[in-house]
Nanobody
Framework: QVQLVESGGGLVQPGGSLRLSCAAP????????MGWYRQAPGKQRELVAA???????NYADSVKGRFTISRGNAKNTFYLQMNSLKPEDTAVYFC??????????????WGQGTQVTVSS
């Protein structure tokens, strides 16, 4: 069982920046696909940014040009850099990933969620 651990959420003023981190256990072989989702109160969870197993990167229209998803130097981490934050970006952010163990078995997991609040 894989559990992703998120960090980096918090309170930030409009126009500010935050970087969210997502870490898988070190015993995984690879992350093949990764993504960030968010859920605001009373709304459905939505895709924010993702990198597919084929290497394509997708962003929600509402965050294009402001958010960037990227891999870390360590094989088990990835990030979401969020710039020019707006109050409407306020939500609980979840990371999601698929990958492989050294045995060749695949895995998929979600993070526990981290709160991002954009407010003056």
């Amino acid at each position: 069982q894989v559990q992703l651990v998120e960090s980096g959420g918090g309170l930030v003023q409009p126009g500010g920046s935050l970087r969210l981190s997502c870490a898988a256990p070190e015993n995984i072989f690879s992350i093949t696909a990764m993504g960030w989702y968010r859920q605001a109160p009373g709304k459905q969870r939505e895709l924010v940014a993702a990198v597919t197993s084929g290497g394509s990167t997708n962003y929600a229209d509402s965050v294009k040009g402001r958010f960037t998803i990227s891999r870390g130097n360590a094989k088990n981490t990835f990030y979401l850099q969020m710039n020019s934050l707006k109050p409407e970006d306020t939500a609980v952010y979840f990371c999601n990933a698929d990958g492989l163990f050294y045995s060749g078995t695949d895995w998929g997991a979600w993070g526990q969620g981290t709160q991002v609040t954009v407010s003056s």
